[in-house]
């Protein structure tokens, strides 16, 4: 802590106007040009008002209070507050109200939480958490500093963002040509013509192990689509897999397994060393039955063209993929030897724009860390520009 700085108790800086507050039920609410205030910002707009000047909110219950989460924030003019966000005026000859709104964003409040059913920063536990209170120049200073460098670190992080959404747009679009601007010797081909598609057999809950074969939910399956590994939680045992595997076979190297419910369309290729059972309906199987790439075909299932089929054009969400609906689809298939290069050519260019989600990931990862690292430096006295 620098010289003249001094730590002081929340209540003592600020008029808190919980009691002036008043909750509208949304079924009593009359639709106005006032915003109307909850834990973390608006949540309507209202026929009338009960504040008008420079405030500072902080949730008190609906809200979150670690590091880094919208715990404070601002609000002026005419405005309605319901009864889930504390209502401080500063007492602004001795702290600015962006200064204490950094502090209580960065701060991790969780100490001054309670209750686990419903957590809650009552009002008694908020007047108690200490503020560091250098003199008004210096937080003035400090905040100035704080806001420039925000200003920048927004800025990079809005072009890190637009980069990275660039790179996944551009594969994309790539995917989609390919699949679009098919030349000669492309042809139709309804998908239960290439895979024989089904479902596993059932395995109850309570059949589920500890240790034994894998066994991939829904979860699992898309942890595989994207990483080609997946640290598994359940398992199945050797008898029952050896069992299923004489009955009903299981996947083989060649077949795809593919997500069916909820986020549908991950598919994994299986691999010759795979050795794992499925869970029923949230997970279909592709047997492979015709001399076609898995490669390409997951690709393809990559494609808007794929999930355009499953829409029929209805406007509809699809959550479900059933076996009739992957059974049906139809795509176009080039000779064996092009779809093996179109692999090559789409593998080279997932690589390459894997890479710069990474690079892109990392920077914005290292600018929240700057932000972080800054507020830490504003709050310990360490945060100096020489004049």
Not at 150 to 161: H, L, Q, S, V, Y
Not at 319 to 338: A, C, G, M
Not at 365 to 371: I, N, P, V
Request: with cysteine; net charge negative.
């Amino acid at each position: 802590m620098r010289a003249g700085w001094h730590i002081k108790p929340l209540g003592s800086l600020c008029d808190i106007l919980d009691n002036q507050r008043k909750p509208i039920t949304k079924r009593d609410r009359i639709a106005g040009d006032y915003p109307y205030y909850g834990a973390t910002g608006i949540l309507d707009f209202v026929a009338g008002f009960l504040f008008d000047e420079p405030l500072v909110l902080v949730g008190e219950d609906g809200a979150k209070w670690a590091s880094g989460e919208n715990t404070a924030f601002s609000i002026e003019g005419k405005c309605w507050v319901n009864n889930h966000a504390h209502v401080l005026r500063p007492h602004r000859a001795e702290i600015a109200d962006s200064w204490l709104i950094h502090f209580l964003v960065h701060f991790d409040l969780s100490e001054f939480v309670s209750g686990l059913t419903v957590p809650k920063l009552n009002q008694g536990s908020l007047r108690e958490i200490p503020i560091p209170v250098p003199p008004l120049p210096e937080q003035q200073r400090i905040v100035g500093i704080l806001d420039e460098a925000f200003d920048g670190i927004a800025t990079a992080k809005a072009n890190a963002e637009q980069n990275l959404q660039n790179a996944r747009a551009l594969f994309e679009s790539h995917l989609q040509s390919v699949f679009t601007q098919r030349g000669e010797g492309w042809v139709r081909a309804r998908m239960d013509a290439i895979y024989r598609v089904g479902s596993s057999k059932r395995v109850l809950k309570s059949e589920w192990k500890s240790e034994g074969v894998p066994f991939y939910r829904g979860r699992e399956v898309t942890r595989l689509a994207a990483n080609g590994f997946v640290d598994n939680e359940l398992f199945i045992s050797e008898e029952h897999f050896a069992e299923l595997s004489k009955e009903y076979g299981v996947p083989k190297s060649g077949d795809i397994v593919i997500t069916a419910i909820g986020t549908i369309g991950n598919a994994h290729i299986v691999r010759g060393s795979d050795r794992f059972y499925f869970k029923d309906a949230s997970v279909l199987w592709m047997k492979r039955s015709a001399e076609v790439s898995s490669e390409f075909i997951k690709f393809w299932l990559k494609s808007s063209l794929f999930f355009d089929q499953l829409d029929r054009g209805n406007g509809a969400t699809v959550d479900t993929l059933t076996i009739q609906k992957l059974q049906s689809v139809e795509l176009f298939l080039p000779p064996i030897d092009e779809q093996l290069k179109i692999v090559a050519q789409l593998d080279s260019l997932s690589e390459e724009t894997q890479r710069l989600e990474s690079l892109y990931q990392r920077k914005l990862a290292a600018l929240d860390e700057l932000k972080k690292s800054l507020l830490h430096q504003a709050f310990s006295g360490q945060l100096i520009r020489d004049n």
